[in-house]
């Protein structure tokens, strides 16, 4: 119990807040994406959940770290690769022996974002539920130290126009790099071995997923699921930490930043082809969910028709 009362809840805004204090070298951060390097100076220790829209990955260079992840005990080693999902308690261990690594932490929203044309990558991250240590190989560490060494480069230069999109271009290259790595050294869980919950999101996901036209109603999903919408709802939140309907919105979120951002449909088309009411309604949601019109929001990508 007196473990438990220590335990503190860090998100992405909670890092970035404490970048000065916990001494370890971010070398980039947005509101998004933070990169942390030589993870092994950092000062502030102490046992944390991460938040629900979080994903950490480290990775071991050299040496050795041992973490305990929902009081379960693993070691990392060089050119291994610890994955902590969303939710997770890593509580504070102190066995390293020579230890340097560097860690990325990201937004559940920006990795979605980032894999928009393969998302799949909730179903691959449950295969980590009973062995979160992925060894990468020697290669793949080299490669990613290579796309590291190219963002810090271009860090060193003045931004320009499109420097978010650039960064991010890097780290979805990265995570493909992770995710080939991971379909090289892990076999999928047998569904027979899974939680019956874990099952039912994972399919609930898979139809989100592959819908071209997401539908905005939760009992669309619950209908095809053959289950209740509140079991559905309950399920998800016990499971990823955020409802049926937070998943819903963020896949219907992404899927008009896209239009938004990649094609030339006018916003009365986007309204059309994603089956809104009406306009009104559609730029009612936008604002919602992306802080602005769709008007605005294409403004601030500098669009121009």
Request: charged letters at 25%; one cysteine or more; glycine letters at 4%.
């Amino acid at each position: 119990m007196e473990r438990e009362n220590t335990i503190r809840q860090v998100g992405i805004n909670d890092i970035l807040d404490a970048s000065e204090r916990i001494n370890a070298g971010i070398t980039y951060t947005d509101k998004d994406i933070i990169v942390i390097e030589h993870l092994e100076d950092m000062t502030e220790r102490g046992s944390v959940k991460l938040s629900k829209d979080m994903i950490m990955i480290i990775a071991c260079l050299e040496g050795k770290m041992q973490v305990n992840l929902n009081a379960k005990l693993y070691t990392l080693h060089p050119y291994e690769v610890l994955i902590c999902k969303p939710n997770i308690i890593l509580y504070d261990h102190e066995n390293r022996t020579s230890f340097r690594g560097n860690a990325v932490c990201l937004s559940t929203r920006i990795l979605q974002s980032l894999l928009h044309y393969g998302s799949d990558i909730w179903n691959r991250f449950f295969q980590f539920n009973q062995n979160p240590v992925i060894c990468i190989g020697e290669e793949s560490l080299q490669l990613f130290s290579l796309y590291s060494e190219i963002m810090r480069l271009r860090l060193k230069f003045p931004q320009r126009s499109y420097h978010k999109e650039v960064m991010t271009t890097f780290m979805r290259a990265i995570i493909y790099e992770l995710l080939a790595d991971l379909d090289h050294n892990t076999i999928e869980t047998p569904p027979t071995s899974m939680k019956q919950g874990d099952i039912l999101f994972k399919k609930f996901i898979e139809i989100l997923a592959n819908s071209e036209i997401k539908q905005r109603n939760l009992s669309h999903y619950a209908d095809r699921l053959f289950v209740t919408s509140k079991y559905l709802s309950t399920v998800s939140k016990k499971v990823s930490g955020r409802t049926a309907m937070d998943w819903i919105n963020e896949y219907v979120t992404d899927d008009i930043q896209h239009f938004l951002t990649h094609t030339d449909k006018s916003i009365k088309e986007i309204s059309e082809y994603l089956e809104f009411t009406n306009i009104s309604f559609f730029g009612k949601y936008v604002k919602a969910h992306l802080g602005c019109s769709p008007k605005e929001f294409r403004k601030q990508l500098g669009y121009k028709k």
